[in-house]
């Protein structure tokens, strides 16, 4: 008798889909904000700052809908652990891009 995994699960968790959605729209937002801050040399309108403080609170959402459906008990593992580590990597990104800023 074969035993099923934790990965094999077909069903989705409906938080673990929008919190994908988040952290892939963050990474996207954190990488926009980066390259337009590139462009216009450090002094770019409010809009990057816009742009980059809005992917951090995508981020934040997204990791708390990825808490949410981690906690629940409907869908796979490997999606839960995808969107929690696609909401951690901009967020983590975002505190070290602010404490590389603050201290240079």
Same mark, same amino acid.
């Given at each position: 008798?074969?035993?099923?995994? *934790? $990965? ?13 959605? @988040? !952290? ?7 990488? !926009? ?6 462009? $216009?040399? !450090? ?5 990057? !700052?816009? @742009? ?12 708390? =809908?990825?808490? *949410?459906a981690w906690k629940s008990q409907d869908g796979g593992l490997l999606m839960k ?14 505190? *070290? ?6 201290? =240079?």
């Amino acid at each position: 008798m074969v035993k099923d995994s *934790a $990965y094999s699960i077909k069903s989705v968790s409906v938080d673990a889909v929008i919190a994908c959605v @988040l !952290g892939g729209l963050s990474i996207l937002g954190i990488i !926009g904000a980066i390259a337009a801050s590139y462009l $216009y040399s !450090g002094k770019g309108p409010a809009a990057v !700052g816009l @742009l980059g403080m809005g992917s951090l609170i995508f981020a934040l959402t997204g990791l708390s =809908f990825g808490i *949410a459906a981690w906690k629940s008990q409907d869908g796979g593992l490997l999606m839960k652990r995808i969107a929690i580590i696609l909401n951690a990597v901009p967020v983590i990104g975002a505190l *070290a891009l602010y404490i590389i800023g603050w201290i =240079f």
